[in-house]
């Protein structure tokens, strides 16, 4: 049960670093790019809902429902992080074509 806690605190810790990543793409997307704030806003709701899924799951675990936190893990929160995990993916996507946009703009300045 103590394992299962401090597992817990552990994946704590990995949120709140990705939280911390998550803001700073925030803070540099500028506020007229509205297909960066899209995506965000898709990452954003993908995240919310597997976190749910997730906080699930680790309520399951702690109540020693294993069997039964597997099954609603396969079911229920895999689509859900898969969802999160593409529009992850689409962001670095995008802002991959931002970046090479950016300096391509930049090298035709320095011509």
Do not use: C
């Not at 993908?46 to 399951?60: G, P």
């Amino acid at each position: 049960m103590r394992k299962n806690r401090n597992r817990k605190k552990g994946l704590q810790k990995i949120g709140q670093k990705y939280d911390a990543a998550f803001t700073k793409i925030l803070e540099l997307t500028p506020k007229d790019d509205t297909k960066g704030h899209d995506i965000i806003s898709k990452v954003k709701t993908a995240q919310e809902e597997a976190s749910v899924l997730n906080s699930k799951v680790l309520d399951l675990i702690l109540a020693t429902k294993n069997d039964e936190a597997v099954d609603f893990m396969n079911k229920e929160v895999r689509p859900a992080v898969r969802q999160w995990i593409n529009a992850v993916d689409a962001l670095g996507k995008y802002q991959q074509e931002r970046s090479q946009m950016r300096y391509e703009e930049a090298k035709k300045g320095l011509r």
